[in-house]
């Protein structure tokens, strides 16, 4: 077990509620693996009290924090310093603070999305993707997708929200209507569930894969269960599949990095540890 001492380096996730987190499992961890003299805790923090805590935190002497629902595009707004991505989605989920008590913001969703499929080989430049959905999460995936090369392109239930999302990312992407997309499926190498259809507690969707091209990977950042119902049909019909827990685990590396001085490993015992306790 790692010993925390006066000198310990601390960071925190902030969110409202908190106790659903899984990132104080996954941080600590790393501590406890690369045996750092460090601590990551949870802060359950409303919405009204975001800004004095996280000044609290710079005056304390944190390296910074996670930010996650309801805070994300607030945090933003604190931040003296933000990166390209965080620009782009007005929103930031990792925040390290400089010695000049700089706050410093990025978000790192869209980097662990890319990272996860560049983990199981799947290459992405020229790879034709269909994205279902255009919440927030897509956002964080569309970019990151568009910044590797990929052609894009994007089906939403409400189509008007895709279009919204093509025009604030300002990005080159086609449309498809939500009623079409499973007769398109043949014309694309990579399909990418970033609805919450499949999450467990939500209703059941049957996900049409008729028509997937035997070398269709699919992908969803769905990771409650582990295999949703998108994974378990694509995994029926033979095509190989990319899970979101891996997203999960990967955008939280840039900000272990920046606050603890290691680029942690995603493996496979850090993912059956994390995955252990989605099923408690
Ligand atoms: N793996 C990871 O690290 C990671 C990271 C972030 C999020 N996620 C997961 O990603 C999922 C989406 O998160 P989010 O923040 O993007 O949520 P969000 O902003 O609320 O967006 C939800 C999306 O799902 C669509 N949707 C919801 N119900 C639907 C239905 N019955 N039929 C068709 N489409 C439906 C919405 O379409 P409309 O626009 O038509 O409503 C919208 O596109 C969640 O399950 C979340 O847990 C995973």
């Known amino acids: 077990m790692t010993i925390i001492t006066g000198r310990a380096k601390i960071a925190a996730v902030l969110g409202w509620p908190i106790q659903h987190s899984r990132?104080?499992?996954?941080?600590?961890?790393?501590?406890?693996?690369?045996?750092?003299d460090g601590a990551y805790i949870p802060l359950a923090v409303k919405p009204e009290d975001l800004r004095k805590v996280i000044q609290g935190m710079v005056a304390a002497g944190f390296k910074g924090c996670n930010v996650t629902i309801p805070h994300k595009e607030a945090a933003y707004l604190c931040c003296d310093r933000v990166d390209?991505?965080?620009?782009?989605?007005?929103?930031?989920?990792?925040?390290?603070?400089?010695?000049?008590g700089t706050i410093c913001g990025t978000s790192t969703d869209g980097l662990g999305f890319v990272a996860s499929l560049l983990d199981q080989e799947v290459s992405?430049?020229?790879?034709?993707?269909?994205?279902?959905?255009?919440?927030?999460?897509?956002?964080?995936v569309v970019t990151a997708l568009s910044d590797v090369g990929a052609v894009i392109t994007i089906t939403n239930r409400t189509s008007s929200k895709a279009k919204q999302l093509i025009n604030d990312l300002d990005i080159k992407a086609n449309q498809l209507n939500w009623e079409d997309w499973p007769n398109s499926l043949e014309q694309f190498d990579l399909l990418v569930n970033t609805t919450s259809l499949g999450m467990e507690g939500k209703e059941d969707f049957a996900f049409d894969l008729t028509y997937a091209h035997p070398k269709l990977v699919v992908t969803d950042i769905v990771y409650v269960p582990r295999v949703t119902p998108l994974l378990k049909a694509?995994?029926?019909?033979?095509?190989?599949?990319?899970?979101?827990?891996?997203?999960?685990?990967?955008?939280?590396?840039?900000?272990?990095?920046?606050?603890?001085?290691?680029?942690?490993?995603?493996?496979?015992?850090?993912?059956?540890?994390?995955?252990?306790?989605?099923r408690k």
């Open 84 to 100: 390209e991505a965080a620009k782009k989605m007005q929103s930031v989920n990792t925040l390290w603070f400089e010695p000049d």
């Open 23 to 36: 990132s104080p499992l996954l941080h600590n961890f790393w501590l406890d693996r690369y045996q750092i």
């Open 234 to 278: 694509a995994q029926d019909k033979g095509l190989k599949t990319v899970e979101g827990l891996g997203m999960l685990l990967h955008q939280a590396r840039l900000g272990f990095e920046k606050w603890f001085g290691v680029n942690p490993t995603v493996d496979q015992e850090l993912t059956e540890y994390v995955a252990s306790s989605l």
């Open 124 to 140: 992405l430049k020229r790879c034709k993707v269909l994205i279902l959905g255009a919440g927030g999460a897509a956002r964080s």
